[in-house]
Every structure is written in structure tokens, then in C-alpha cells.
């Protein structure tokens, strides 16, 4: 090329056609060009970023994993107190005083003959109302009272699951042979002593079955809780599908944490009732 011309952009290629200079490759270019063509640059998919979000329900996950903890929280106060209130009130409709029976009937009869809702409806604000006007208004100590909702749904489901249980109880110790009772006494053991260690072993292993009915039971009904506040299973299924108008994938997910709690139950009952029978089929295989 003459001195005094400037280079042209257009040059022949082999073929003889006219077309754009290319610039020179470098030695960098040359070792990123197999690279670039190896791995070439995509955008993430939107199929891609619908599946993450997903899994991760929309960042809901670790909402609905509280809310499962919270149920069995629920649920396992509500079994504490139950039983609590099923060997009292078993033992109640188990006395010889007539006054004692017919308390025990009474609340049996109550709070299994009223709607499981009704009964945490009026637990939650029927007590924080008479606490309060019986030492606010009565004794004039000003005091903010308020329960807490998970309080108040163990407290409602407790008193359901212990009148139930009260019954349970009761067929249990009627089961025990009456001869049991009688040979502890004849051994010179007073009431107190026979019913810890002759009466209430047994009746665990004749009331278990019925208990584990009865928590299943409690767990399904800890949804109702939600009513009065509490961020159970339930409400927060509620509040991520309002959020992100998916309910049926969030109720969905729910129902697979339900059934999740509902199979471990059943797996740590079946352990239970094992170990129960442990002693009782042994001595039943070896009379047979």
C-alpha cells in the first residue's frame, strides 16, 4: 500500500467478495475463544426461576416450617395437660362419694358435648374477661391482663383431650383384674401405693391405644387455634397463600406437613405400645 493512503475498511476476501475488515486476533483472543464457545453465556430461564421459587415456596418455606414446630408445640402442651386432667377426672368418676362422681360426670359431659371451636373461643377471651373483672374490677388492681394464644389453645384443647381421656382412663382401670388390687392390699399396701405401682402401670398399657387416638385427634384440631391469632400450621398456610394468591400449593404443602407430624406420631406410638406389652407378652408367650 502507497504511503499517503489511508487503509480501506473494505478488503476482498478469498472469494473475492467485498466485505468488512476483521481486526487480528491477539494471543489473549486466541486462548478465550475456545472457552467463550465452550461455555457461551445464557440468561437463567424463566421455567428455571418458576422451579426455584418453587421449592422454595416463594420464600414462604421457612413460615410454614415454624408454623409445623408451633402445631406439635401445640399439641403436645395440650396432651400434657390432658392427662393431667384425664387421671383426675377418672378418678373422680372412680370414687365412692357421690359428689365426686357427679363432678366428674359433669365435666366430661360439658366439654365433650360442646364444639371443639366454641370450647377455644370461649377459653381464650371468656377467661382473660373474667380475670379481669375479677381482680381489676373486684379487687381494683389495675393489672393488663392478657393470655397469650398458644395458652389459650393448650388450655382449650387440654380440657377437650382430658375429657375424653377420662373416659379412657376409666375403662382402663376397670380392665385391671380385681384380684391385683387385693393381693397389694393384702401385702399391706394402702391406696396411695396400689395406685402408683399396681393400678397405674397397667392402665398405661391398656390406655395407650386409645391415648394415641385421642393426640392424633388433638393435632388435627390445633388448626382450629388459629382463629384466635396463634401462627400455627394453619394460619401460616393462610397468610402465604393471601400473599401470594397460590392457596392451593400452600394448603397443599400443609396437608404434606400434617400427614409428616401425623406418621411420626404413629411411629413413636408404635414404639410406645411395644415397650408397654414388652413384660405382658412375654408372660402371655410363656402361659401359652
Do not use: C
Request: aromatic share 8%; glycine share 12%; proline share 5%.
Amino acid at each position: 500500500m502507497p504511503w499517503g493512503h489511508a487503509a480501506s475498511p473494505l478488503q476482498k476476501n478469498k472469494k473475492g467478495k467485498v466485505g468488512e475488515a476483521r481486526p487480528p486476533l491477539t494471543p489473549l483472543s486466541r486462548r478465550a475463544l475456545p472457552n467463550a464457545l465452550k461455555t457461551p453465556h445464557t440468561a437463567p430461564s424463566q421455567t428455571g426461576r418458576a422451579r426455584e421459587a418453587s421449592m422454595d415456596f416463594q420464600g414462604y418455606g421457612p413460615l410454614l416450617i415454624a408454623g409445623a414446630g408451633m402445631t406439635a408445640r401445640l399439641a403436645l402442651g395440650a396432651l400434657i395437660v390432658g392427662i393431667i386432667l384425664g387421671l383426675i377426672g377418672a378418678s373422680l368418676k372412680l370414687s365412692g362419694s357421690r359428689l365426686a362422681r357427679a363432678i366428674g360426670n359433669a365435666y366430661t359431659d360439658l366439654f365433650r358435648g360442646l364444639p371443639e371451636l366454641l370450647v377455644v373461643l370461649i377459653i381464650y377471651y371468656g377467661a382473660e374477661a373474667a380475670a379481669r373483672a375479677l381482680l381489676n374490677d373486684g379487687l381494683g388492681l389495675g393489672l393488663d391482663i392478657s393470655f397469650s394464644p398458644y395458652l389459650g389453645g393448650v388450655a382449650a384443647l387440654g380440657l377437650i383431650f382430658g375429657a375424653y381421656a377420662s373416659e379412657v382412663f376409666r375403662g382402663a382401670v376397670m380392665a385391671i383384674p380385681r384380684g391385683h388390687v387385693e393381693a397389694a392390699k393384702a401385702f399391706g399396701m394402702g391406696s396411695v401405693l396400689t395406685y402408683r405401682r399396681i393400678i397405674l402401670p397397667q392402665v398405661w398399657r391398656v390406655a395407650l391405644p386409645g391415648l394415641g387416638n385421642l393426640f392424633l385427634v388433638t393435632l388435627k384440631d390445633t388448626a382450629l387455634v388459629s382463629v384466635i391469632g396463634l401462627e400455627e400450621l394453619m394460619r401460616a398456610a393462610n397468610t402465604a397463600g393471601r400473599s401470594t394468591r397460590e392457596y392451593f400449593t400452600f394448603l397443599l404443602a400443609a396437608a404434606g406437613l400434617y400427614l409428616l407430624l401425623t406418621v411420626v406420631t404413629m411411629v413413636v406410638l408404635h414404639f410406645l405400645e411395644r415397650r408397654a406389652n414388652r413384660g405382658h407378652l412375654g408372660a402371655t408367650g410363656r402361659a401359652g
